[in-house]
């Protein structure tokens, strides 16, 4: 019997249940606050199955943006063209999928991706233009182009030059028994447990194979840039091109490399805009995403599941701002918590200056909470940016970009 | 013992430049075998001649015999020579074991990293050969003596039978020198070879088995360690007669010039880099400043050019206190300035040479009034410089960065002595400059003593020290150690000094 | 060196043409006539009222340009300028709108507050990096963010813009007639009056930068850094300086439209000033000529354009042909830079073959 209790505890499950990580223990901990200020505030929709899926949809374009720039980065090269590969993947995606069904207007976006991340790659890497002009003047052809084909080809077929035909939607997934499980319990009005399921509904009820598919592009980035061969290559070519080259990589051919994938992810991300949020190419759907997918690269500290983190707290923002600007409120109230909760933490363990730092900035978000009625719209779209710069000025040593990051490299020639 | 590496008539050339030419050389295998050499004297083209990285223009080269001509690194690597840079080829947000097998990464199926065999393998090198390395570390938390045995774990991961060390010491203290020897030692215990530069005489008696000298793109000798000396082997670098001192008749006179009395600076992480300086140069007088490299040279020279700030202690220039001065009003009160690094701090690369010779006069006449530049006035006597200097160039017109190393210099020179300041800072003003070009400077460094000028030189080529100074100071550590005669000093008491040491 | 000049006139000539080429394919494939085409949009572009319409457009573009090429004088690349553009146009309308002044005085201050606004939008990217390190080009793009937003924000009619009645554009008040600057008829059009300080731009511009210590200090800490502060230059602060000048200057661009056409700030002031900017820099090669020039090509382009939907060619054509030259621009800069460096460096090369280094002083001492 005792023998069965400790095959039992020694389980791998079991103790990984019993000792939760760090990540769990995070995510329970949000849950509690989030509920929390659910009951406090009344404002409901933020623990909701209809804002969790708006979530995930306004996480994945900022996430495959992110992973755009991230392979980019991490070979060495800045992508400032990844709004101009997201916009080529719009509309690919949508005519494609017009003609063809969704999936192949994904295949054909993520195809046109890599096209336009080589080009920029031969531009940048090979003859050695600035990385910002290649990058802007991508993303202004890109814009041209897709005005110019919309004009030609969508006006015949309903659309017009700035708005496609309606196209297929991609499949979704609603995973039987839970998810009617899950909406049941939500609807019970339960502390916690009707706030947990709400938000899990949103995850498993009518989710587009897309983007379970595009989620996995995350742990598939980091296994291949840590685990394999090619990925670690492609990172030092970033980090010590001199080296690398002398050690026989071809630092040109990993950066070309590097790019093509950047740009196939920026344009799949574009693509989930029209095919998957929406179901119709519009002029100006991008937004400005593949300057925020920058960001996300940043505030993720060059790691794939960093840009996972920001795209999602950049996706949540998005989400409340279109949804119900009222939650914005309510989310400030889980930062203040959550805050003062590390601030707690900090002091208690010791950390008096992380402690201080963080009181400042808790005090000055409780001052916005108990001041100001309603964040503006307006402040709420530029949050990432704002974020961004901050994460840079504040948390600067602790961020590892690349050593040689939109430094140029020049291949060393037959003879000196 | 059998001959491993036999180099025969190797030539290479630059554009302008003979790296090397005429060069031969023999390594048996199982050795130690010292390359010294003073700056420009070819040791580095040799190098990379035999790792690979250049092809030779002519000549060959014997490896156990065979002749081989490599294309790459690579190609080198096959043949088991590998390469321990001076700057250490690592990138520092990667782990040790991933810097290691970064190029020959064992694999499986689809290209996955086989982690844990490149891990035994490299903990059984470092075992064997006693490398202290950790292979999960990143290497940005490792210091300067970890990162250099990462880099040998590196190419004997490899599988290096020849091991090419450039100035392997120049980086390290005292005690990371004495490992580093140590582990050399070890791995010739197990039959490898080694090839090392340097231009340190005492460390290379110490270590070599045997000594091959270079001096202006070409082997002169090659010796055994106990059939020679030091003074045999500094003849042998510097070649024929030491360069005479100029005219030591005049003496200087004792009006001060530049006198820094206590002055401290701290670093950022609150690390005194000086630490109560006092010294003093006198009109016509050149003092030297000798001392290994990283120990407050450089912040010495930054302070005087107002450059950093310093926390303690008085700076003055003909008695006006400048230690609150911004740098260009210190330049502009007489102060000339040669940086160590010319390519980086004393030139625009991309600018034509006659923008060059503004720069660090863009507020004397009669480059400028102060807010206008008088660009013929420019023209005119970057002209001056180039005739007077004997700067090799088709014209003034041309970009700073097509001139050989030498003529940068020599303009450099010529720009920051026009004017004829009362005080000029010479850093390393012949590093890495042909032989010509060095015995011009130098001569143009004497006439502007004879003529007044005080003269801040700073320097690690002791000839140039010995040769020029009316007085040596040794600087370690940041503090002053020593000021003393050139003419009576031996370099033993000056090498002491050196290292700190009271005499 | 006189194939260096030829190279330097020949590439952006080059660039023009495969541009041209370029867009020729596009039409051809559509099936339209190019050079229908392109007779169509000069016979447009040229009539007398568009020509008009076309120089007020130019002197918008060349501020852009000029807002540019300052930056790039120092190796600064400032996407910043439609976010300094923005908000600055936009206080100098709302301070303009509210104070009354007397004519020329209201005007100066309109200029006044727009080159401050702008010019400290500017600094804030150049405080970043002299500070902390931070790329221009990332914080730029992330300011252009926050300043639309703060626009935004602010132009909605419970802050401090207004709303007229049946329409749903947004503006904010009509600035007094004390703060207009009247326009000059020419071509029976009216030619903004701005123009003339663009000139004046232009030329101050010119002779700073090249003829003076300041501009010199400018340009050598965008050659070297690190040579600039050795040579007693204070680096750091020509960093925040020229980011500060370049959005004084950004802040300008919208000032020929606010004080001679509109009268107030809308959502409908035009943006992609940053884009443009920095092509007709790139094409001007920053000299201000140069730029006068391809502004004029740019405003061209773009009014011309007009025409093309008539002969049933998507205007967009244009935008991908200005797409197409910047990029065939900076790649033909980039060869001729790869060619002149190699030929400079052979003919250096040869004229300074060391002699000293050839000769061998001693024989080989043998073990």
């Given at each position: 019997m005792t023998d069965l209790l400790n095959s039992f505890l020694r389980n791998r499950w079991v103790r990984k249940i019993a000792s939760p990580s760090r990540f769990t223990l995070f995510v329970v901990a949000l849950l509690i606050i989030v509920s929390t200020v659910r009951r406090i505030t009344g404002a409901a929709d933020i623990t909701s199955a209809g804002l969790s899926g708006a979530t995930l949809r306004f996480t994945i374009p900022l996430l495959m943006a992110g992973l755009g720039g991230l392979w980019a980065e991490r070979s060495g090269v800045i992508n400032i063209g990844l709004e101009g590969m997201m916009i080529a993947g719009t509309w690919l995606g949508a005519w494609f999928a017009f003609i063809y069904g969704p999936w192949v207007g994904f295949l054909a976006a993520a195809i046109g991706g890599a096209v336009i991340g080589l080009f920029h790659g031969i531009l940048v890497v090979r003859i050695g233009i600035d990385q910002a002009v290649s990058g802007l003047a991508i993303n202004i052809l890109a814009l041209g182009a897709a005005r110019y084909l919309s004009g030609i080809l969508f006006p015949s077929r309903g659309g017009d030059i700035s708005l496609s035909p309606v196209v297929e939607q991609t499949p979704t997934l609603t995973v039987p028994g839970i998810s009617p499980l899950l909406g049941s319990i939500a609807d019970k009005n339960i502390f916690l447990l009707s706030d947990g399921a709400g938000i899990l509904s949103g995850f498993v009820t009518e989710i587009s194979y897309a983007t379970i598919l595009l989620l996995l592009a995350v742990p598939l980035s980091t296994w291949i840039l840590w685990k394999t061969k090619f990925g670690l290559r492609l990172r030092f070519c970033g980090e010590n091109p001199v080296a690398a080259e002398s050690l026989g990589v071809k630092v040109y051919r990993m950066r070309y490399m590097a790019l093509a994938i950047s740009g196939m992810f920026a344009s799949v991300g574009g693509a989930y805009l029209s095919l998957v949020a929406s179901q119709v190419y519009r002029e100006g759907q991008t937004g400005g995403r593949g300057f925020i997918g920058l960001a996300t690269v940043i505030f993720g500290n060059w790691r794939p599941s960093g840009v996972l983190a920001g795209s999602v707290l950049f996706g949540v923002t998005d989400a409340l701002r279109i949804r119900q600007p009222t939650s914005i409120h309510a989310a400030l109230l889980v930062v203040i918590i959550a805050g003062s909760i590390y601030v707690i933490w900090a002091f208690a363990t010791g950390r008096m200056k992380h402690g201080v730092r963080a009181l400042m900035a808790t005090s000055f978000i409780g001052l916005i909470y108990l001041t100001v009625p309603e964040i503006p719209r307006e402040f709420v779209s530029f949050f990432p940016n704002l974020a961004t710069i901050l994460v840079l000025v504040l948390l600067a040593q602790r961020l590892k970009p690349p050593a040689m990051l939109a430094v140029p490299y020049r291949e060393r020639e037959e003879t000196e | 013992m059998s001959t491993i590496i036999d180099v025969q008539g190797i030539e290479k050339k630059y554009p302008g430049v003979i790296a090397n030419y005429d060069v031969n050389l023999k390594i048996e295998s199982g050795e130690i075998h010292a390359i010294i050499g003073e700056n420009g004297a070819g040791k580095s083209t040799l190098m990379k001649i035999l790792y690979g990285l250049v092809a030779p223009d002519s000549g060959r080269v014997l490896i156990n015999g065979k002749k081989v001509s490599f294309k790459s690194p690579q190609d080198a690597m096959e043949l088991g020579v590998g390469m321990v840079h001076q700057h250490f080829m690592l990138a520092d947000n990667a782990t040790v074991l991933e810097n290691v097998i970064l190029g020959s990464e064992p694999t499986s199926t689809g290209g996955v990293i086989q982690f844990e065999a490149a891990r035994i393998k490299l903990l059984e090198i470092a075992e064997k050969y006693g490398l202290n390395v950790r292979p999960d570390q990143l290497v940005s938390e490792l210091g300067i003596g970890e990162r250099q045995r990462v880099e040998i774990a590196k190419v004997l991961y490899k599988g290096a039978k020849i091991l090419i060390l450039d100035e392997p010491t120049a980086v390290l203290v005292p005690q990371e020198v004495k490992a580093l020897f140590e582990n050399l030692k070890e791995l010739t215990s197990h039959g490898l070879t080694i090839i090392f530069i340097s231009h340190k005489l005492d460390e290379v008696l110490a270590m070599a088995n045997s000594i091959t000298v270079m001096r202006s793109g070409t082997t002169v000798a090659s010796v055994e360690p106990k059939n020679t000396n030091k003074g045999e082997l500094a003849k042998l670098m510097v070649?024929?007669?030491?360069p005479k001192r100029g005219d030591t008749s005049t003496k200087p006179s004792d009006e001060p010039v530049l006198s820094l009395s206590h002055v401290s600076c701290l670093a950022p992480d609150q690390r005194e880099i000086l630490s109560d300086v006092s010294l003093t140069v006198h009109k016509g007088e050149i003092l030297g400043i000798a001392g290994v490299?990283?120990?407050?040279q450089s912040e010495l020279i930054e302070t005087i050019m107002g450059l950093i700030k310093i926390d303690s202690g008085t700076i003055t220039i003909l008695n006006v206190d400048i230690s609150a001065l911004t740098s260009r009003e210190i330049r502009d009160s007489g102060v000339g300035y040669i940086p160590q690094d010319r390519q980086r701090d004393g030139l625009l690369m991309m600018a034509p040479l006659w923008e060059n010779r503004i720069l660090g006069h863009q507020s004397t006449p009669p480059i400028s009034n102060g807010f206008w530049v008088n660009k013929s006035a420019a023209k005119i006597d970057s002209e001056r410089i180039v005739k007077e200097l004997d700067v090799r160039t088709p014209s003034i017109n041309v970009m700073a960065a097509a001139l050989s190393g030498g003529n940068q210099q020599k303009f450099i020179v010529g720009r920051e002595m026009s004017g004829d300041p009362n005080l000029l800072i010479a850093s390393?003003?012949?590093?890495?400059?042909?032989v010509g070009a060095q015995s011009l400077i130098w001569n143009k460094l004497i006439e502007a003593r004879l003529s007044g000028m005080a003269i801040l030189l700073i320097s690690s080529d002791l000839d140039e020290l010995f040769n020029l100074s009316d007085r040596l100071a040794v600087i370690s550590k940041g503090k002053i150690v020593a000021v003393l005669d050139p003419e009576t000093t031996t370099p033993e008491q000056l090498g002491l000094a050196m290292t700190g040491e009271k005499i | 060196m006189k194939s260096r000049n030829l190279l330097a006139v020949l590439a952006p000539l080059g660039a023009i043409a495969f541009s041209f080429a370029f867009i020729s394919v596009i039409l051809i494939a559509k099936g339209s006539n190019p050079i229908e085409v392109v007779k169509s949009m000069a016979e447009y572009g040229f009539a007398s009222r568009n020509l008009v319409a076309e120089l007020n457009i130019a002197s918008t573009y060349y501020i852009a340009g000029v807002a540019a090429a300052i930056g790039f004088k120092m190796n600064l690349f400032n996407i910043g300028i439609d976010g300094q553009y923005r908000l600055a146009v936009f206080f100098a309308a709302v301070i303009g709108g509210m104070v009354s002044l007397p004519p020329v005085l209201h005007v100066a201050l309109i200029i006044f507050v727009a080159m401050a606004v702008g010019g400290l939008w500017g600094a804030l990217a150049g405080y970043l990096k002299v500070k902390r390190g931070i790329s221009e080009v990332i914080s730029t793009i992330m300011l252009n963010a926050i300043a639309a937003g703060i626009v935004a924000y602010l132009l909605q009619p419970q802050q401090l813009g207004e709303q007229a009645t049946g329409s749903n554009n947004l503006n904010t008040p009509i600035i007094d007639s004390s703060g207009w600057l009247p326009t000059i008829p020419i071509l029976g059009g009216e030619v903004h009056g701005f123009i003339i300080f663009s000139l004046l731009i232009g030329l101050a511009y010119w002779v700073l930068l090249n003829k003076s210590v300041f501009g010199f200090n400018l340009r050598a800490t965008g050659f070297s850094f690190r040579a600039a502060r050795a040579g007693g230059v204070n680096a750091s602060r020509m960093i925040l300086i020229t980011m500060a000048l370049s959005g004084a200057m950004a802040g300008l661009i919208g000032m020929g439209t606010l004080l001679s056409q509109t009268h107030s700030y809308s959502i409908s002031f035009p943006s992609g000033f940053a884009f443009t900017g920095l092509a007709l820099a790139l094409l001007g090669r920053n000299h201000p000529v140069g730029i006068a020039l391809a502004a004029f090509f740019w405003a061209f382009l773009d009014r011309s354009s007009g025409v093309l939907d008539l002969n049933g060619v998507p205007r967009e054509i244009i935008t991908i042909m200005q797409g197409t030259l910047i990029l065939s621009i900076v790649v033909a800069y980039q060869l001729v830079k790869i060619v002149n460096k190699k030929q400079e460096q052979k003919f250096v090369g040869k004229a300074t073959l060391p002699e000293s280094n050839l000769v061998k002083t001693e024989g080989v001492v043998s073990k």
């Amino acid at each position: 019997m005792t023998d069965l209790l400790n095959s039992f505890l020694r389980n791998r499950w079991v103790r990984k249940i019993a000792s939760p990580s760090r990540f769990t223990l995070f995510v329970v901990a949000l849950l509690i606050i989030v509920s929390t200020v659910r009951r406090i505030t009344g404002a409901a929709d933020i623990t909701s199955a209809g804002l969790s899926g708006a979530t995930l949809r306004f996480t994945i374009p900022l996430l495959m943006a992110g992973l755009g720039g991230l392979w980019a980065e991490r070979s060495g090269v800045i992508n400032i063209g990844l709004e101009g590969m997201m916009i080529a993947g719009t509309w690919l995606g949508a005519w494609f999928a017009f003609i063809y069904g969704p999936w192949v207007g994904f295949l054909a976006a993520a195809i046109g991706g890599a096209v336009i991340g080589l080009f920029h790659g031969i531009l940048v890497v090979r003859i050695g233009i600035d990385q910002a002009v290649s990058g802007l003047a991508i993303n202004i052809l890109a814009l041209g182009a897709a005005r110019y084909l919309s004009g030609i080809l969508f006006p015949s077929r309903g659309g017009d030059i700035s708005l496609s035909p309606v196209v297929e939607q991609t499949p979704t997934l609603t995973v039987p028994g839970i998810s009617p499980l899950l909406g049941s319990i939500a609807d019970k009005n339960i502390f916690l447990l009707s706030d947990g399921a709400g938000i899990l509904s949103g995850f498993v009820t009518e989710i587009s194979y897309a983007t379970i598919l595009l989620l996995l592009a995350v742990p598939l980035s980091t296994w291949i840039l840590w685990k394999t061969k090619f990925g670690l290559r492609l990172r030092f070519c970033g980090e010590n091109p001199v080296a690398a080259e002398s050690l026989g990589v071809k630092v040109y051919r990993m950066r070309y490399m590097a790019l093509a994938i950047s740009g196939m992810f920026a344009s799949v991300g574009g693509a989930y805009l029209s095919l998957v949020a929406s179901q119709v190419y519009r002029e100006g759907q991008t937004g400005g995403r593949g300057f925020i997918g920058l960001a996300t690269v940043i505030f993720g500290n060059w790691r794939p599941s960093g840009v996972l983190a920001g795209s999602v707290l950049f996706g949540v923002t998005d989400a409340l701002r279109i949804r119900q600007p009222t939650s914005i409120h309510a989310a400030l109230l889980v930062v203040i918590i959550a805050g003062s909760i590390y601030v707690i933490w900090a002091f208690a363990t010791g950390r008096m200056k992380h402690g201080v730092r963080a009181l400042m900035a808790t005090s000055f978000i409780g001052l916005i909470y108990l001041t100001v009625p309603e964040i503006p719209r307006e402040f709420v779209s530029f949050f990432p940016n704002l974020a961004t710069i901050l994460v840079l000025v504040l948390l600067a040593q602790r961020l590892k970009p690349p050593a040689m990051l939109a430094v140029p490299y020049r291949e060393r020639e037959e003879t000196e | 013992m059998s001959t491993i590496i036999d180099v025969q008539g190797i030539e290479k050339k630059y554009p302008g430049v003979i790296a090397n030419y005429d060069v031969n050389l023999k390594i048996e295998s199982g050795e130690i075998h010292a390359i010294i050499g003073e700056n420009g004297a070819g040791k580095s083209t040799l190098m990379k001649i035999l790792y690979g990285l250049v092809a030779p223009d002519s000549g060959r080269v014997l490896i156990n015999g065979k002749k081989v001509s490599f294309k790459s690194p690579q190609d080198a690597m096959e043949l088991g020579v590998g390469m321990v840079h001076q700057h250490f080829m690592l990138a520092d947000n990667a782990t040790v074991l991933e810097n290691v097998i970064l190029g020959s990464e064992p694999t499986s199926t689809g290209g996955v990293i086989q982690f844990e065999a490149a891990r035994i393998k490299l903990l059984e090198i470092a075992e064997k050969y006693g490398l202290n390395v950790r292979p999960d570390q990143l290497v940005s938390e490792l210091g300067i003596g970890e990162r250099q045995r990462v880099e040998i774990a590196k190419v004997l991961y490899k599988g290096a039978k020849i091991l090419i060390l450039d100035e392997p010491t120049a980086v390290l203290v005292p005690q990371e020198v004495k490992a580093l020897f140590e582990n050399l030692k070890e791995l010739t215990s197990h039959g490898l070879t080694i090839i090392f530069i340097s231009h340190k005489l005492d460390e290379v008696l110490a270590m070599a088995n045997s000594i091959t000298v270079m001096r202006s793109g070409t082997t002169v000798a090659s010796v055994e360690p106990k059939n020679t000396n030091k003074g045999e082997l500094a003849k042998l670098m510097v070649g024929g007669e030491l360069p005479k001192r100029g005219d030591t008749s005049t003496k200087p006179s004792d009006e001060p010039v530049l006198s820094l009395s206590h002055v401290s600076c701290l670093a950022p992480d609150q690390r005194e880099i000086l630490s109560d300086v006092s010294l003093t140069v006198h009109k016509g007088e050149i003092l030297g400043i000798a001392g290994v490299a990283g120990n407050g040279q450089s912040e010495l020279i930054e302070t005087i050019m107002g450059l950093i700030k310093i926390d303690s202690g008085t700076i003055t220039i003909l008695n006006v206190d400048i230690s609150a001065l911004t740098s260009r009003e210190i330049r502009d009160s007489g102060v000339g300035y040669i940086p160590q690094d010319r390519q980086r701090d004393g030139l625009l690369m991309m600018a034509p040479l006659w923008e060059n010779r503004i720069l660090g006069h863009q507020s004397t006449p009669p480059i400028s009034n102060g807010f206008w530049v008088n660009k013929s006035a420019a023209k005119i006597d970057s002209e001056r410089i180039v005739k007077e200097l004997d700067v090799r160039t088709p014209s003034i017109n041309v970009m700073a960065a097509a001139l050989s190393g030498g003529n940068q210099q020599k303009f450099i020179v010529g720009r920051e002595m026009s004017g004829d300041p009362n005080l000029l800072i010479a850093s390393q003003p012949t590093r890495g400059v042909d032989v010509g070009a060095q015995s011009l400077i130098w001569n143009k460094l004497i006439e502007a003593r004879l003529s007044g000028m005080a003269i801040l030189l700073i320097s690690s080529d002791l000839d140039e020290l010995f040769n020029l100074s009316d007085r040596l100071a040794v600087i370690s550590k940041g503090k002053i150690v020593a000021v003393l005669d050139p003419e009576t000093t031996t370099p033993e008491q000056l090498g002491l000094a050196m290292t700190g040491e009271k005499i | 060196m006189k194939s260096r000049n030829l190279l330097a006139v020949l590439a952006p000539l080059g660039a023009i043409a495969f541009s041209f080429a370029f867009i020729s394919v596009i039409l051809i494939a559509k099936g339209s006539n190019p050079i229908e085409v392109v007779k169509s949009m000069a016979e447009y572009g040229f009539a007398s009222r568009n020509l008009v319409a076309e120089l007020n457009i130019a002197s918008t573009y060349y501020i852009a340009g000029v807002a540019a090429a300052i930056g790039f004088k120092m190796n600064l690349f400032n996407i910043g300028i439609d976010g300094q553009y923005r908000l600055a146009v936009f206080f100098a309308a709302v301070i303009g709108g509210m104070v009354s002044l007397p004519p020329v005085l209201h005007v100066a201050l309109i200029i006044f507050v727009a080159m401050a606004v702008g010019g400290l939008w500017g600094a804030l990217a150049g405080y970043l990096k002299v500070k902390r390190g931070i790329s221009e080009v990332i914080s730029t793009i992330m300011l252009n963010a926050i300043a639309a937003g703060i626009v935004a924000y602010l132009l909605q009619p419970q802050q401090l813009g207004e709303q007229a009645t049946g329409s749903n554009n947004l503006n904010t008040p009509i600035i007094d007639s004390s703060g207009w600057l009247p326009t000059i008829p020419i071509l029976g059009g009216e030619v903004h009056g701005f123009i003339i300080f663009s000139l004046l731009i232009g030329l101050a511009y010119w002779v700073l930068l090249n003829k003076s210590v300041f501009g010199f200090n400018l340009r050598a800490t965008g050659f070297s850094f690190r040579a600039a502060r050795a040579g007693g230059v204070n680096a750091s602060r020509m960093i925040l300086i020229t980011m500060a000048l370049s959005g004084a200057m950004a802040g300008l661009i919208g000032m020929g439209t606010l004080l001679s056409q509109t009268h107030s700030y809308s959502i409908s002031f035009p943006s992609g000033f940053a884009f443009t900017g920095l092509a007709l820099a790139l094409l001007g090669r920053n000299h201000p000529v140069g730029i006068a020039l391809a502004a004029f090509f740019w405003a061209f382009l773009d009014r011309s354009s007009g025409v093309l939907d008539l002969n049933g060619v998507p205007r967009e054509i244009i935008t991908i042909m200005q797409g197409t030259l910047i990029l065939s621009i900076v790649v033909a800069y980039q060869l001729v830079k790869i060619v002149n460096k190699k030929q400079e460096q052979k003919f250096v090369g040869k004229a300074t073959l060391p002699e000293s280094n050839l000769v061998k002083t001693e024989g080989v001492v043998s073990k």
